[in-house]
């Protein structure tokens, strides 16, 4: 039985193998990555098999995922070719702000997928936008669906999109603002671990309730933020300090790497 192979032992395939083990998912994965050691750590924690070379992990692909760095892609592709292996026809790239023209420039024979699944995956809660290159069939992208439904929801969105939710979309933005909330709220007088608490109660369980309550972010703004208490002045100051337009620049920051991804 032919499997899933990745091009790449980093930690996006080490996410994606353990979400993929934890919902139960039973087949085939492979890994082929120049530096043996991430290959090993994979096949202990999700029972990935270690391709021996690159043409073996080809010739064994019934799907073959680019999971390398953007900098690496052309380089891994133009290994690809020079292997000699007759790649699937269906291949997806995980590199942030390649372009499917660059990808299909590099591969011209197969159908191409781009997904940036969350790292957040490994607990199968991780968000994977994808967009589809018009050779891509609806079976295989109903077969795409599927395969990262397993570790988390799934938005498929036009390809003009996809730098704007790839700096979006990262789970970094909470882990920042978590390490910031409860920073302030030691610089304040609590100790870390009471400070953690309560930040990540306010950030995460917040979140949640507007997930499960049905309510919109308006009517939950307006419902905690009473005119003159703690969180309406709270969210004053942080509007004056300029909240807002930092998290601009840092998503636009964000779109501008990726973007640059394009070029290499």
Not at 142 to 170: C, H, N, W, Y
Request: with cysteine; hydrophobic share 45%; glycine share 8%.
């Amino acid at each position: 039985m032919k499997a899933a192979v990745f091009l790449g032992g980093g930690r996006i395939t080490g996410a994606l193998a353990a979400g993929l083990r934890l919902a139960g998912d039973k087949r085939r994965l492979t890994a082929y990555d120049r530096h043996p050691e991430k290959s090993r750590a994979l096949q202990r924690e999700s029972r990935v098999e270690i391709a021996r070379d690159l043409k073996s992990a080809i010739e064994n692909a019934a799907m073959l995922i680019v999971a390398v760095r953007p900098g690496s892609v052309k380089e891994t592709l133009a290994e690809v070719v020079a292997s000699g292996a007759t790649p699937p026809r269906l291949c997806i790239s995980l590199a942030a702000g390649v372009p499917l023209k660059n990808l299909r420039a590099s591969l011209r024979s197969v159908h191409w997928v781009r997904a940036m699944p969350s790292p957040v995956c490994r607990i199968g809660k991780g968000l994977t936008p994808v967009t589809f290159d018009r050779m891509v069939t609806k079976i295989e992208r109903e077969r795409v669906r599927r395969f990262f439904e397993q570790v988390g929801p799934v938005l498929e969105i036009p390809e003009q999109k996809m730098d704007v939710i790839t700096a979006t979309s990262s789970p970094t933005h909470g882990y920042y603002a978590l390490a910031t909330l409860a920073k302030a709220a030691q610089n304040a007088g609590l100790d870390r671990n009471a400070a953690l608490i309560a930040a990540a109660h306010a950030l995460s369980d917040g979140i949640v309730y507007w997930r499960e309550s049905g309510l919109s972010l308006d009517e939950l703004l307006h419902e905690a933020a009473t005119p003159g208490g703690i969180a309406a002045t709270t969210i004053a100051a942080l509007d004056k300090s300029g909240y807002a337009r930092a998290v601009e620049r840092g998503v636009g920051a964000g779109i501008r790497r990726a973007r640059q991804n394009a070029k290499l």
